[in-house]
């Protein structure tokens, strides 16, 4: 790796680092603000250090919490990275929960519902029934995009809520687990399990890495991934140099619903091993701040991923030290989100200049009825 690579790396990696160290030191603030302050601890200081010193032990202070954070953070870095390929075609997949949930639903369906297979056969079948279940769902909204320019972002928040309606159904009714009073299906059968690499810490956590090079590799190494980044950069210009427009918005968002599906399908397969009714809150919108802090590249979304798994990871730790709640974890997530969007913020306070390299970012959505 040259100098200037990693320059570039660097500048890449400069704002989304300040606007964590920005929401880090807002949510200080508040948690500051929530405890004692005046009680000759430091001013309240001591209190916040408290606070954080809790949330990095619960995240990564041990085996086991590292154990933990990598498993809370595997189906964000599968949601992040649907949400990231969508961006990179110009589009904002807002549905990324409603595929992971038909992800889940699908593949708990045939982990429970098919029997007498071996693992080998079972496993596979499984999480590629996450993943159909996922690409359908995704690539409604974007053949609705490419044919009649309805925008992606009202029409997957409408499919989140349909998605949401068919799991009521189906663990309320037909998939109910008659043993138990809660709205979930059986366990899946163990074959269609993740195997386990250490106790606490199954396989998805490998097939998340490979997940993110795999789409790398497609984004950067392939002729689809450069159409679909060139559609995402300006779709009159690809569409004038011959490239098939609405063919790689259906694609885009279909490959984007099949990693969000890949997520469901993993988190029943290697944890739940089951679908319950709202396992998935907070994952697809959660996953839309990873992918803008990563800059919708496959590494800085992995890098958010462990992030925001490990807020996730350290909250108990940290709430068990301060009695703070644990939902102190939401507001400094909201503020990142907040700091990552609001760019220009950022560039204000920390007196960053804009570069040439800031132009080659991803559009983030085309304007309304645009294809």
């Known amino acids: 790796m040259n ?5 570039k790396l660097g500048r890449a990696a400069l704002l989304p ?3 964590i160290f920005t929401a880090l030191l807002v949510g200080g603030v508040i948690i500051w603000l929530s405890g004692p302050k005046f009680n000759g601890d430091w001013f309240g200081i001591k209190f916040v250090l408290d606070g954080y010193g809790g949330l990095f032990l619960g995240a990564f202070g041990t085996q086991k919490a590292i154990i933990g954070t990598l498993v809370r953070a595997t189906p964000y870095i599968f949601a992040g990275l649907a949400v990231a390929l969508a961006f990179r075609c110009g589009l904002f997949n807002i549905g990324a929960e409603g595929q992971l949930t038909m992800g889940a639903l699908l593949a708990a369906g045939v982990g429970f519902g098919v029997k007498g297979m071996p693992l080998i056969i079972h496993l596979p079948l499984t999480l590629l029934a996450g993943m159909l279940g996922g690409f359908v769902w995704g690539m409604i909204p974007g053949f609705l995009k490419a044919r009649t320019g309805a925008h992606e972002v009202i029409t997957t928040i409408m499919l989140n809520y349909i998605a949401a309606q068919i799991s009521g159904y189906l663990l309320n009714g037909p998939w109910k687990d008659p043993t138990n009073v809660t709205a979930q299906t059986p366990k899946i059968a163990e074959s269609a399990r993740l195997p386990a690499l250490l106790p606490g810490l199954h396989w998805g956590v490998v097939l998340a890495f490979l997940a993110a ?4 590799y497609f984004l950067w190494k392939t002729t689809w991934g450069f159409e679909i980044r060139t559609v995402g950069a ?3 210009a690809a569409k004038y140099a011959g490239i098939n427009v609405s063919r790689n918005i259906v694609l885009a968002m279909g490959l984007s619903g099949l990693l969000a599906g890949l997520a469901g399908a993993v ?5 739940n091993y089951r679908s319950t009714l709202g ?14 802090l990563g800059r919708n590249t496959a590494l800085g979304v992995v890098l958010s991923s462990l992030l925001f798994g ?8 940290m709430q068990f030290r301060t009695q703070i709640s644990s ?8 503020l990142i989100l907040i700091f990552v969007a609001a760019e220009q913020i950022i560039r204000w306070i920390y007196r960053v200049p804009a570069t040439p390299d800031d132009a080659g970012q991803a559009t983030l959505s085309k304007g309304w009825g645009k294809s």
């Open 234 to 236: 300006n779709s009159s």
């Open 17 to 19: 680092l300040l606007s």
């Open 3 to 7: 100098a200037q690579t990693v320059r």
């Open 267 to 271: 988190q029943v397969a290697g944890v």
């Open 213 to 216: 090079i795999a789409v790398w």
């Open 279 to 292: 396992f998935n809150v907070g994952y697809g919108f959660d996953s839309i701040a990873i992918a803008l």
């Open 327 to 334: 939902d102190i974890i939401s507001v400094i997530q909201a």
């Open 310 to 317: 490990g807020l996730r990871n350290g909250a108990t730790i």
